[in-house]
């Protein structure tokens, strides 16, 4: 009944025991799995329930166990059941014929976007008593957890890394007797909860899939699916990939795409999907993946943007009880790429790059997301208490485009002019990881300043000559002048080979690399206290063994960059995008729905 191993043509070989069919299905339970038939076989079994309570410790490294959970499939009146076999029959017999006789581009292969360890994995209920070799730090007594793109289903056509349904990795950390425990559940989205019910992907994938006109036709079969409630589009159609924020009592999975979903960590340390966290009523909109938690104040300011309506981008921010703030419209003439921003201590930044939305190039066959050469990149600087966008200035920074602002603040020049600082990863090509060109490219760590009086900018390359990405500085400076970055060595791009500590001031990089074969992810630092040294503390990182097959958390101290200890991890963890660390303080403060 379960045809549930991944298309052999999909995946190059890379052993991972993950997706062997004799651990997708226990055989104890299989006939309890009353899924509708498949039209495509479901990349993954069924989602698992998060465990309510602790399950039996299996030996150290056991392989865990899989226990499927039954998902209800709609009940279809007569006419929905007639419309649902008509749209299948189209989608099958003439978008799908059509799609295959397009050739993909590398960004939007499934072969080459979920090839080794970029390729999904199946949930992992708590695993205890793992490996751990070294000493984990005090500091450390809480639990890492890292988001990232896993989809369910074996894609039908194109698809972007970043489509994939969102999955947590959490590993607990106990300090004091020095003990570990793993888990990785998928982020029960309403869009992977209805996908998993049907048996196969119903929902677009915004960067795989909707291109040109058959991209059109997937929308189109979308929208009659919705009309004749096959699916319900109304709760959200977002993946939950990106990024995590801990905030107010809770734990926020976010992509750009939708509402956060609110997640709870177990004392167990397992993780339960809330739901779909709309700030108690008080947004309908989708906030984007990295919001910035002030460390003085404790606020979080966050963005919103729409692709298809005005006002295309929103500002507001939230207070510590979790009250928002009202919304600033940002006028700008194309809906606009923004994945990060950054704030100071009195302002917020936002950038308006040359990465656009424009929905009329699918009609042209080509993607929504382009790069607009007319357009000149410029950042929009708000005061912090500004009630509209009235006194924002914007100031221009040709040719630059970066998917993430590590940090800024407020400085006076050598001639006395106020000037904000931005440190980020400048990417050029800047539409590379859409567009699929040939250039190699090249994402630098650089300093942008925006001179306040004269509106002028500046641009530097911080560090030349190797792509730095996926980083942070510490948290509790956030938007206060810092010294140091730390951010994953993203090469050979897109793996990331090593971590780095960046003295911004000198340029100087202290690596630690992982070693032949070894490739991880975002490093995320934890400060060991509020008013230390600001590099006194701990970097985390996943990290890949593609030769041995082996997945470990690694823990670097910062202050000297060396490996203090590491942890041995069950399961193949694949390359994500962004964690955060929840201390054992903040998990029994968590909000409990
Ligand atoms: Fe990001």
Redesign the pocket.
């Known amino acids: 009944m379960h045809t549930i191993l991944p298309n052999p043509s999909l995946h190059k070989p890379h052993n991972s025991p993950s997706f062997s069919c004799k651990i997708l299905i226990n055989p104890s339970k299989k006939n309890t799995i009353t899924l509708p038939r498949r039209h495509t076989p479901p990349f993954l079994p069924p989602l698992l329930p998060p465990s309510s309570s602790p399950p039996p410790s299996p030996p150290p490294l056991a392989e865990p166990k899989i226990f499927p959970l039954k998902f209800e499939p709609p009940k279809l009146n007569p006419l929905q059941k007639l419309a649902s076999l008509a749209l299948d029959m189209l989608e099958k017999s003439v978008v799908t014929e059509l799609e295959k006789k397009h050739k993909l581009n590398r960004t939007v292969d499934p072969e080459i976007q979920l090839e080794g360890n970029f390729a999904p994995v199946q949930e992992c209920p708590v695993q205890h008593g793992l490996e751990v070799i070294g000493q984990i730090p005090s500091t450390l007594t809480g639990v890492y957890v890292r988001n990232g793109a896993n989809p369910l289903f074996e894609p039908i056509n194109g698809h972007h890394l970043f489509d994939g349904d969102g999955m947590i990795h959490a590993v607990k950390l106990d300090s004091v007797n020095n003990k570990a425990s793993y888990s990785c559940r998928f982020i029960q989205t309403s869009r992977l909860v209805q996908e998993a019910a049907l048996g196969r992907p119903v929902f677009p994938k915004p960067i795989g899939e909707l291109h040109g006109h058959l991209g059109l036709a997937r929308l189109l079969l979308f929208f009659a699916r919705t009309r004749f409630g096959l699916v319900d589009a109304t709760k959200g159609t977002g993946v939950a990939n990106?990024?995590l924020v801990y905030f107010n009592g809770r734990l926020l999975a976010m992509s750009e795409d939708d509402l956060p979903y609110s997640v709870r960590i177990t004392d167990d340390g397992d993780l339960e999907t809330n739901g779909r966290y709309n700030f108690d009523g008080q947004i309908d909109d989708p906030l984007i993946?990295?919001p910035k938690v002030d460390p003085i104040t404790g606020e979080l300011y966050t963005l919103s943007y729409n692709v298809l309506k005005k006002p295309y981008l929103k500002f507001f921010k939230f207070d510590t009880c979790g009250n928002k703030s009202r919304d600033i419209s940002i006028s700008l003439q194309n809906p606009t790429m923004i994945?990060?921003f950054a704030i100071t201590e009195n302002h917020v930044i936002i950038p308006d790059y040359q990465v656009v939305f424009k929905l009329s190039e699918m009609l042209r066959g080509g993607s929504p997301v382009i790069h607009d050469p007319e357009k000149v990149s410029r950042f929009g600087v708000l005061s912090k208490d500004d009630h509209d966008e009235s006194r924002i200035r914007w100031i221009e920074v040709p040719n630059c485009f970066c998917?993430?602002l590590w940090n800024a603040w407020e400085e006076i020049n050598e001639d006395d002019d106020e000037t904000l600082v931005i440190i980020g990863s400048c990417m050029s090509p800047p539409d590379s990881i859409f567009s699929g060109s040939d250039e190699s490219l090249k994402s630098e760590l650089s300093e942008i300043r925006l001179n306040l009086k004269t509106g002028k900018s500046t641009r530097r390359v911080i560090v030349s000559g190797m792509n730095l990405e996926?980083g942070q500085v510490n948290k509790n400076k956030l938007g206060r002048k810092t010294r140091y970055a730390f951010m994953a060595i993203a090469d050979p791009w897109p793996k990331c080979s090593g971590l780095a500590k960046v003295d911004l001031v000198t340029g100087n990089v202290t690596k630690v690399l992982y070693g032949d074969e070894k490739f991880g992810g975002e490093p995320y630092f934890v400060p060991s206290t509020k008013e230390g040294k600001e590099d006194e503390g701990y970097l985390m990182s996943y990290v890949r063994d593609e030769m041995k097959e082996k997945s470990e958390l690694v823990i670097v101290n910062a202050s000297n960059m060396k490996q203090v200890a590491l942890v041995k991890l069950p399961k193949r963890v694949p390359y994500g995008?962004?964690g955060t660390f929840v201390s054992s303080q903040d998990i029994c403060n968590q909000s409990s729905c």
Do not use: L, R, Y
């Open positions: 990106a990024g993946a990295h994945h990060d998917m993430h996926a995008f962004h």
